[in-house]
């Protein structure tokens, strides 16, 4: 079993930055963030291999949120910068004991509770 704990989700306004956290009881391949707005599926942000540090981001960020790690720390961090209303939702850390591809959510085993964002106008 492995629990993860987000932190780092508030508001902010359009154009400005957040950095979540999030940190692991132990260690996994495959590290990633999910977001789900209300009355939408929830989608993949980025995944993190913790042994390459290969990263694979969603179209729908690329260019504006990084995601990286700290194994010492076993934390992963999402640096999100040029934020906007879009992006504003739950953001769930995940991970996986294999090597996960892509952001398919089945191939994540485990899951955190969830930090907010919340982008104003």
């Known amino acids: 079993q492995v629990q993860l704990v987000e932190s780092g989700g508030g508001s902010v306004q359009a154009g400005g930055s957040l950095r979540l956290s999030c940190v692991a009881s132990?260690?996994?391949?495959?590290m990633g963030w999910f977001r789900q707005a209300p009355g939408q599926e929830r989608e993949g942000v980025a995944r993190i291999y913790s042994r390459t540090g290969n990263t694979y981001y969603a179209d729908s960020v690329k260019g504006r949120f990084t995601i990286s790690q700290d194994n010492a720390k076993m934390t992963v961090y999402l640096q999100m910068n040029s934020l906007s209303p879009e992006d504003t939702a739950m953001y769930y850390c995940a991970a996986a004991p294999s090597v996960a591809y892509g952001l398919e959510s089945d191939d994540f085993r485990y899951w955190g509770h969830g930090t907010q964002v919340t982008v104003s106008p």
């Open positions: 132990r260690y996994t391949l495959t």
